[in-house]
């Protein structure tokens, strides 16, 4: 089995990891109703996608 001969440095081991970090969902605004939703899904508010009605929603 293959054992390392020296111990990995912070430095080093933090290079590796640079690209590990997660990033924040994006959020886009609904062009009917001003709700923030997510991308290139149906808006939960109005039930508006792509300029059509998609889903039914409750009239308060």
């Given at each position: 089995m293959a054992v390392p001969k020296k111990k990995t440095s912070k430095a080093k081991k933090n290079m590796r990891r640079s690209h590990h970090?997660?990033?924040g969902s994006t959020l886009a605004t609904c062009d009917k109703c001003g709700a923030p939703r997510r991308p290139h899904r149906v808006c939960l508010a109005c039930g508006d996608y792509n300029g059509k009605q998609v889903l039914a929603t409750e009239v308060e």
């Amino acid at each position: 089995m293959a054992v390392p001969k020296k111990k990995t440095s912070k430095a080093k081991k933090n290079m590796r990891r640079s690209h590990h970090a997660l990033t924040g969902s994006t959020l886009a605004t609904c062009d009917k109703c001003g709700a923030p939703r997510r991308p290139h899904r149906v808006c939960l508010a109005c039930g508006d996608y792509n300029g059509k009605q998609v889903l039914a929603t409750e009239v308060e």
